[in-house]
């Protein structure tokens, strides 16, 4: 028997449709049911490596995880990964296909839209929900006629719609009402439910305005979600980066700079610092704001050398090698271990018009781009080393690899040793490092979701500035963010109507 279905459209992009699938995934797992999610096109610089080595949205992964299940690349068979304002690299099932300029992107509409439909139906046929993920808003009428996330996906699966809107930027009655007469009149059959987001005050005062949005639209109010503070689950759009703490904040006894690079990705690599107790990350855009801090981390990101003339072009390459030579440690991942190294070669035009730029020239190492994309989950041991990371010598780690960069070195001690690589045992070096230990480049994300590899990190920052460390490293709940999220979301929509719309019977729920 086919899965049941239901879909999650927005009237723009942030207003919360993947935190809300999230929450939907929960809730259904808790109440004993099968559920995955599912996105037939995703376009995220955050991404996730499957099992098996598939690249999918982050968001995806989030949701699978909030589901109680692997992630796999069924669950957003399209991922785009923009490299320019008019071309993305596409991954299909998890592999690079090419990478399309926006109008030739849509003349292999009729091709992907087999393969989302393949996907989808192989979910429908493992599990007993489906929760469904639109992207941006599905009233884009220059698009509408090519899209394959939206209306055609739930016409595809004859899924019902919430529509989500977010109060908390203004006009969500205009938007919602405005989208749904954006619709086609079959499409608008589909929407079964809206949604408020991101509340914050008194929901009685508020009443009067649902009352009539149901009247205006014909369409009931699910419900009206409030604004979460400190959610502690992984954000995929980039969006969410300028709700984080000000450059110009207090500071926290360890204060840790992420250079913010234009195309940044997977920055959920620092949100486990973030959580730690008086650590302040924050994100840096200009030489200003950079300061003195105890740790500069250059992430990762899609276009290393585009990103890379960013940094000469601002000033920020200056400044950060200045910091460098003064003593400040620091640390690049995946892009950022690319921008570390003496040169940054693209001969195959991968992600440039290809030619060579010098990098910050911080460690020994050249990066020549290929056409074959490395994406592997893996684990690593610490390799003995004076520095930063001198107290989790022999710790085991784990993490996962996105890169189309290959990094040769020259005559430099590699921070780790990859023991296991796509459930192979291997033994091959990551990274490189500077004789004191304090510059360390590595090509693994996930490096600070290790409890044990964090604490020692942070501590060997405390000693540097005097401090006595507090406990950090502590393990960071896995469910209790889910189970909050879905605590919230239960409370806050009518869920015997959310049943009955996803066609579930009415006592199934809790």
């Not at 440690?329 to 693209?346: A, E, F, R, V």
Request: proline residues 6%; contains cysteine; negative net charge.
């Amino acid at each position: 028997m086919k899965a049941k279905t239901i879909m999650v459209q927005g009237t723009a992009s942030s207003v919360g449709k993947s935190i809300l699938v999230a929450a939907l995934c929960r809730i259904l797992r808790q109440d004993g049911y099968r559920v995955a999610p599912f996105k037939a096109q995703n376009m995220a610089l955050n991404s996730y490596v499957t099992a098996d080595g598939g690249e999918i949205g982050r968001a995806q992964a989030v949701q699978a995880e909030a589901a109680g299940i692997a992630p796999t690349v069924d669950m957003n068979p399209i991922l785009l990964k923009p490299e320019a304002d008019t071309r993305s690299q596409v991954i299909l099932l998890g592999r690079p296909y090419a990478t399309l300029a926006a109008g030739e992107y849509y003349r292999h509409r009729t091709a992907f839209l087999d393969i989302v439909q393949e996907s989808l139906e192989r979910l429908r046929a493992t599990y007993e929900v489906v929760v469904i993920e639109g992207a941006g808003s599905p009233a884009e009428i220059n698009l509408k006629k090519d899209e394959i996330v939206n209306m055609h996906v739930a016409k595809m699966a004859a899924s019902p719609v919430l529509l989500v809107g977010d109060i908390d930027r203004g006009g969500v009655f205009a938007a919602l009402v405005g989208t749904l007469t954006l619709l086609d009149p079959d499409e608008r059959a589909l929407v079964r439910g809206l949604v408020i987001n991101k509340f914050r005050g008194d929901l009685s005062l508020l009443q009067p305005g649902l009352a009539l949005l149901e009247e205006r639209s014909g369409v009931p109010v699910l419900g009206v979600i409030p604004y979460l503070h400190a959610l502690k689950v992984a954000e995929e759009d980039s969006v969410y980066l300028e709700q984080r703490p000000s450059a110009l904040d207090p500071p926290h006894l360890i204060d840790i700079a992420v250079i913010h690079l234009p195309h940044i990705s997977n920055f959920d690599d620092f949100d486990p610092l973030g959580q730690e107790e008086e650590v302040k990350v924050r994100y840096v855009r200009r030489v200003a704001d950079l300061r003195q801090p105890d740790l500069i981390i250059i992430p990762g990101t899609k276009t290393t050398i585009a990103d890379m003339l960013h940094l000469r072009q601002t000033g920020l390459a200056d400044r950060i090698i200045a910091l460098a030579q003064g003593g400040t440690p620091i640390i690049g991942i995946c892009g950022g271990y690319q921008m570390l190294g003496q040169t940054i070669q693209d001969p195959l035009g991968v992600e440039s018009q290809g030619g060579i730029v010098a990098g910050l020239d911080l460690l020994p190492v050249n990066t020549i781009f290929q056409d074959k994309k490395l994406t592997h989950q893996v684990k690593a041991t610490v390799n003995p080393q004076p520095g930063l990371l001198e107290r989790a010598i022999g710790d085991e780690i784990e993490g996962y690899e996105i890169h189309m960069g290959r990094t040769s070195t020259v005559e430099t001690r590699p921070p780790f040793t990859v023991i296991w690589r796509a459930g192979t045992s291997v033994s091959v070096p990551d990274g490189a490092l500077d004789p004191e230990g304090h510059i360390i480049g590595t090509y693994m994300h996930g490096l600070f979701h290790n409890a044990k590899l964090r604490a020692s990190l942070l501590q060997k920052l405390a000693e540097r500035k005097g401090l006595d460390h507090l406990q950090w490293g502590k393990s960071i709940p896995q469910e209790e963010p889910y189970d909050r999220l879905a605590a919230v979301v239960r409370e806050s929509l009518n869920m015997p109507l959310l049943y009955r719309i996803c066609g579930l019977r009415d006592d199934d729920h809790v």
